[in-house]
């Protein structure tokens, strides 16, 4: 067991940084500074990948209300999300633009005919950010990685700013990256604007995104397995019929 938060860093040589995870199921935003996880500034949204694909699939729908969309496999559905959907870097402009002059993606449906897609493609991932889209009051993701900055001391804040890493299967969008690093910019800015709550230090988050952040975690697992002090992490049977369950809390707190 380990935290997927720091399996992630590794997978990019570092040990100190912000993880900004979004995969399947979830997503989340874990501080590690020298390897060490702050579980108490780790903030966690229970809207991922899965969730976008059956918002995408009620989206297809609306743009053609056909039966045999309604039948298509999710696998079919998390498919064309991940051919056709990206990220807008400004939303509510992007609502704005006329149709034609929208990026469009295109998919056949089993009889041949051919099905268009435009503002449906930017309105998939969305939720992601405002996360209100899908009937949620909790913060989007960058406000997320905001208050896990804001959650650590105030002396490493800025170290780990310096290597925000994006990391899952649900960042691979286009756009993502780049509208993550403008919402926390803008975020940070915005908190010098507040004397009370200012701290003099203004932060400037680096986004790291991989062309390979969704297989991250796996790759630092991969890395942490190799290490020579990887045996310090096992849980041994003959442990576990010890000391019981209570044993995994000793090991990896």
Wanted: aromatic letters at 8%.
């Amino acid at each position: 067991m380990a935290s997927t938060g720091l399996l992630a860093l590794c997978s990019g040589g570092s040990l100190s940084g912000l993880a900004v995870e979004a995969g399947a199921e979830v997503c989340h935003a874990t501080p590690i500074y020298a390897g060490h996880t702050w579980h108490k500034a780790t903030f966690r949204l229970d809207l991922a990948g899965a969730a976008l694909s059956k918002y995408f699939h009620r989206l297809l729908l609306k743009a053609c209300p056909d039966p045999r969309l309604q039948a298509l496999p999710r696998r079919t559905v998390t498919m064309l999300k991940k051919q056709c959907c990206y990220v807008s870097l400004d939303y509510e402009a992007a609502l704005r633009t006329p149709t034609p002059q929208l990026p469009s993606a295109c998919f056949c449906k089993a009889d041949g005919c051919p099905v268009t897609l435009t503002d449906k493609c930017f309105h998939c991932p969305e939720p992601l950010f405002q996360t209100s889209l899908l009937g949620h009051n909790s913060p989007g993701l960058s406000s997320l990685a905001f208050q896990a900055l804001q959650a650590v001391p105030e002396t490493i804040r800025p170290k780990l700013a310096a290597n925000v890493l994006v990391a899952g299967g649900s960042t691979l969008f286009p756009g993502f990256p780049q509208r993550l690093s403008l919402e926390l910019k803008a975020l940070c800015q915005k908190q010098q604007q507040w004397p009370a709550v200012s701290s003099g230090t203004v932060l400037n988050p680096q986004l790291v995104a991989k062309p390979e952040r969704g297989l991250a975690t796996w790759v630092g697992g991969s890395l942490a397995g190799s290490l020579h002090s990887f045996h310090r992490l096992w849980v041994t049977r003959a442990m576990y019929e010890e000391q019981g369950a209570g044993c995994v809390h000793a090991v990896f707190d």
